[in-house]
């Protein structure tokens, strides 16, 4: 079935490490786009891209960095430069024209800092 | 970008239609409204969206006002599986999707 598949699901690191959080879709979308839920929140714009080797700053971008060197992949690095990376990071696909289409999200990754 | 502001927390009764409100004061004229829930621990899902016009699918209703500064996202009979997060997002022609804090929905048996 077509979906998006986010790995880990949960990940623990310590300070001063970056990880990297995987994000595949094989929906054939366009874009992807990468959010952080912290608890009680709503969801907040890190990165997204409209296409293959392109993509956009959201409003909180600081400390990650991304890369789309394939459709089907949107990987998301929480460097040692972010000073808060505890949070719920979720993926999304949209493969809409024009202003239609709907979001799909994978199911999450859960980050903990020790 | 547009904003919207939805109330924090709503209760409904099971099996009682439920009116979500939400205020989107600053939309362009071509932004479509989305609407998704989300349940504890889950990605969002998509509920419905439009531009204009009401709009109906198998989950639920989307009102609409005249003049777009407002839309009402309806649950015809709330269930206690409708209990979730709701968010009402403008999608600009950028391609953006901006959550806002959304509207916390119990439902009570």
């Known amino acids: 079935d077509g979906g998006i598949t986010q790995s880990p699901k949960y990940l623990f690191r310590k300070e001063g490490q970056n990880v990297t959080l995987s994000c595949e879709q094989n929906?054939?979308?366009?874009?992807m786009y990468w959010y952080r839920q912290d608890p009680g929140q709503g969801l907040r714009l890190i990165y997204y891209s409209q296409i293959v080797n392109d993509f956009q700053k959201g409003d909180i971008a600081e400390g990650y960095s991304v890369s789309r060197e394939k459709k089907e992949s949107f990987p998301l690095t929480v460097t040692s430069a972010q000073k808060n990376p505890t949070a719920f990071y979720l993926c999304?696909?949209?493969?809409?024209?024009?202003?239609?289409?709907?979001?799909?999200f994978g199911e999450g990754s859960r980050l903990t800092v020790l | 970008d547009a904003k919207t502001t939805q109330p924090n927390s709503m209760e409904s009764n099971e099996e009682e239609p439920v009116h979500l409100p939400c205020n989107h004061s600053?939309?362009?004229?071509?932004?479509?409204i989305h609407w998704y829930r989300q349940l504890p621990s889950q990605g969002p899902e998509y509920v419905i969206h439009?531009?204009?016009s009401n709009v109906n699918n198998r989950m639920a209703s989307l009102a609409i006002a005249e003049d777009r500064k407002s839309s009402t996202l309806i649950l015809h009979r709330a269930t206690l599986r409708d209990a979730a997060v709701y968010y009402c997002?403008?999608?600009?022609?950028?391609?953006?999707?901006?959550f806002g804090t959304g509207t916390s929905l119990t439902v009570i048996p």
């Open positions: 929906l054939n979308h366009d874009a």
């Open positions: 997002i403008p999608h600009n022609t950028g391609n953006q999707f901006y």
């Open positions: 439009g531009l204009t």
């Open positions: 600053t939309i362009s004229g071509t932004d479509y």
């Open positions: 999304a696909s949209w493969g809409g024209r024009g202003l239609t289409g709907e979001l799909f």
